[in-house]
């Protein structure tokens, strides 16, 4: 770090000697506000020029290097470890890319709903949407996450969360324009939470100091989890595959839904003034979609995809339940992953103690 300190230095009074030379005469009877305002200009100039050979290669930057965006690898994460959600694997891939396209002239920040039951993959996504998104993945300084519990337990504070979701939004993007912030159990937040922020969501939403426009807002909820199961099961009946539906099928679903249902949501001017994007539906997964989550996580701790019947079977009957049509899982991959690692320990116990006998 010593080393590169004089090359910032050389290169900062390099600049401000060019400055000096380049005001006019006419400053002698200056305009101090102009002045400043070039001062100010030049030393900006001065760091951004020469921190990506200093600052950046010991601190994360708001810079391509690492916000790679890389949507390619966003899409071959979803196709090979998302089961069951079609419409979102399509839409997400979509929204961000085109949002990522066209960022130096995007006129709002992206904003998405999730919906759907636990377990269908709202979380799994939104992690692998920041994996690809950024260099540090979600431990990024510029992925904000929230979630509704712990963030915001009480209804009684809610100006004073509106409050502080305002000033944090505004830091964020300050300091990062292209900042990701992910909104867990939104349906455990107060209501009216997010109408402070409707704002900065809009088309053209920039001050002089806040650009907001190349951010990413998703919100995850467990909200119409059933009315997607519904209305599913109603396409389902009348001959129509699993894999053909579509978003239309689903969209006004969930936008009655969320604005309907308590929670952060309910009666939100978020709705109302249409600054969501994309409402994306996460379908009810069938057994089919949670043998193929235990069969990810056995490769996870195992390396192999190779799990035996009964162990699969096995840990199907512990790890699942139906609902009523005894097509849906009740709980989608929710338990999975710790129900493999419960399984697999206890096969390894006994094998070890067949090997001592």
């Not at 159990?185 to 100091?209: C, Q």
């Not at 539906?245 to 929670?263: C, K, M, P, V, W």
């Not at 996870?300 to 699969?312: F, P």
């Amino acid at each position: 770090m010593r080393l590169q300190a004089p090359f910032w230095f050389r290169n900062f009074l390099a600049w401000c000697l060019c400055l000096s030379i380049a005001v006019e005469p006419s400053y002698a009877f200056f305009d101090l506000t102009q002045l400043t305002n070039d001062i100010r200009s030049g030393v900006q100039f001065a760091f951004e020029a020469t921190k990506d050979h200093t600052l950046c290669q010991y601190y994360e930057c708001c810079t391509r290097h690492y916000i790679p965006a890389d949507i390619n690898a966003l899409r071959n994460s979803l196709e090979a470890y998302l089961f069951g959600q079609h419409i979102a694997k399509k839409l997400v891939v979509d929204a961000i890319g085109g949002h990522f396209q066209q960022i130096d002239k995007s006129e709002k920040p992206l904003v998405i709903s999730f919906h759907g039951a636990p377990g269908t993959g709202k979380n799994y996504i939104a992690e692998h949407i920041a994996n690809a998104l950024f260099k540090k993945g979600s431990q990024s300084d510029f992925v904000h996450k929230y979630l509704g519990r712990i963030d915001f337990p009480l209804e009684s504070k809610v100006n004073e969360y509106k409050f502080r979701l305002v000033e944090d939004i505004k830091r964020a993007t300050a300091k990062c324009p292209t900042s990701l912030f992910i909104f867990d159990e939104v349906e455990k937040m107060p209501p009216g939470l997010f109408d402070t922020i409707v704002s900065l969501l809009d088309n053209h939403a920039y001050t002089r100091e806040h650009n907001f426009r190349q951010s990413i807002f998703i919100f995850l909820s467990n909200v119409a989890g059933p009315e997607i199961a519904n209305q599913l099961k109603l396409l389902l009946d009348k001959g129509t595959w699993r894999e053909s539906t579509e978003l239309h099928d689903f969209e006004r679903t969930l936008e009655i839904s969320a604005y309907n249902l308590e929670g952060g949501l309910y009666r939100s001017e978020m709705i109302e003034s249409h600054v969501v994007d994309h409402f994306v539906p996460f379908l009810p997964l069938e057994q089919r979609h949670v043998e193929k989550c235990i069969i990810r996580e056995y490769h996870k701790l195992t390396g192999s995809v190779n799990i035996d019947e009964t162990l699969l079977k096995d840990i199907l009957r512990e790890a699942v339940t139906f609902d009523e049509t005894g097509i849906f899982s009740n709980n989608g991959c929710k338990r999975v992953s710790k129900k493999v690692e419960s399984f697999y320990y206890n096969r390894l116990r006994k094998a070890q103690r067949n090997e001592e006998l």
